[in-house]
DNA sequence: TTTTCTGCAAATCCTTTGCATATCC
DNA sequence: GGATATGCAAAGGATTTGCAGAAAA
């Protein structure tokens, strides 16, 4: 007997956004589902392209607002452009990374396990692999007590 | 006897410009101390404020060209801010990723081993983790085809 | 009915570029 | 001396914001 888990994916939405005081809106359903069609991990802009086709009043800026309350509330996951702006590291050590949500702060960390990993085959059977990195998320010491998180 | 791998950082920094046929300007090396100086993973904007204070002459596009071009050569990594936009995934299942450098696709994949990380106690202690994340970074099937490396 | 959302337009922030001059090798 | 780097200013791209009208609960 399992539970069921998984709703489909409109349910979840209407779960998630009620259940954060969130309206279920038109666009907020169209813009979902046209990320869940999407296999390429879209930016706000190439969604809005191609919802142009089909939904030519939505506009660009209800894309993005929308996009960022669907990561707020855990209902899609932002895979890259997480911060504000580039930063760079200078130590040559191998080391990993946490980064605070709040503060934005970076902490560095040594890790033998994750220099141990190894490069799973379905990936290096095609594509040539030059960097791993593991990165933690999360609340820093100071945010942590700040907020009550 | 062991091998001296350890150059100063100038040197290194003399070093890998020489290799890239890139000149060693006193901009170089300033960025590059002030960085080296830095435990925050600053950005080009934060680095050029510090320097002002001693080097007012210097201007913020030389910080950004000289950032690129440490990371280019590997002298230093870029650690926040990879793409030029934002890029979100609709898939709930546990994956993990690969970000192309040229094309800057994205692909899925799956590792039980990724999925088994523990979280480092440095870090536990006194941070609290949301999310693990494994990214993989290189060339796809694609573009390490079509270009040569 | 009330609060939140949307669309529009303008603003903001980060990063890149073109060009003339200065500088490294 | 010749190629590359720098500084300046302007352009470009991505994202955010203020506001008034529209829509969800």
């Known amino acids: 007997m399992t539970v069921k888990r998984e709703l489909d994916p409109i349910a979840q939405l209407r779960h998630l956004c009620r259940q954060h005081g969130l309206r279920v809106t038109p666009q907020k359903i169209m813009i979902y589902q046209e990320l869940q069609k999407?296999?390429?991990?879209?930016?706000?802009?190439?969604?809005?392209q191609r919802l142009q086709r089909t939904h030519?009043?939505?506009?660009?800026?209800?894309?993005?607002?929308?996009l960022s309350a669907f990561a707020e509330i855990g209902l899609v996951d932002l895979v890259e452009g997480y911060g504000t702006a580039r930063r760079f590291d200078p130590r040559?050590?191998?080391?990993?990374?946490?980064?605070?949500?709040?503060?934005?702060?970076?902490?560095?960390?040594?890790?033998?396990?994750y220099d141990q990993?190894?490069?799973?085959?379905?990936?290096?059977?095609?594509?040539?692999?030059?960097?791993?990195r593991v990165t933690l998320e999360g609340y820093c010491k100071?945010?942590?007590?700040?907020?009550n998180i």
Chains 1, 2 share one sequence.
């Open 142 to 147: 100071q945010c942590r007590s700040q907020t």
């Open 92 to 113: 040559r050590e191998k080391h990993h990374h946490f980064h605070c949500r709040k503060c934005g702060a970076i902490l560095d960390f040594t890790s033998d396990q």
């Open 38 to 48: 999407a296999l390429d991990h879209p930016s706000p802009e190439q969604l809005f």
């Open 117 to 132: 990993l190894a490069i799973p085959a379905s990936i290096s059977r095609d594509c040539q692999v030059l960097n791993l």
């Open 56 to 66: 030519p009043e939505l506009s660009l800026d209800t894309v993005y607002r929308t």
